[in-house]
């Protein structure tokens, strides 16, 4: 499953721009929260329409998201 990754900061987006889909951090900076909300919205509905997620471009991030953690990640 695709998954949209979300950066809640500029300094790691900037950072990991290759596999941040989206700029939250951008509201700081003087973006409104409906701009950044609208463009997850459109986001979401461009990767549930089969474009790829960045991780997904790169064919990497299979690995990287588990939402049932038992025990210690590394």
Not at 17 to 24: E, L, T
Not at 45 to 55: D, K, P, R
Request: glycine share 10%; aromatic share 6%; net charge negative.
């Amino acid at each position: 499953m695709p998954s949209i990754k979300i950066a809640t900061n500029s300094v790691t987006y900037d950072r990991m721009r290759g596999d941040m889909d989206i700029n939250a951090g951008r509201v700081l900076e003087g973006a409104t929260v409906e701009e950044v909300g609208r463009e997850i919205f459109e986001k979401l509905i461009a990767v549930a329409s089969g474009e790829h997620s960045l991780s997904e471009a790169q064919g990497i991030g299979e690995e990287e998201f588990n939402p049932w953690i038992i025990g210690a990640t590394m």
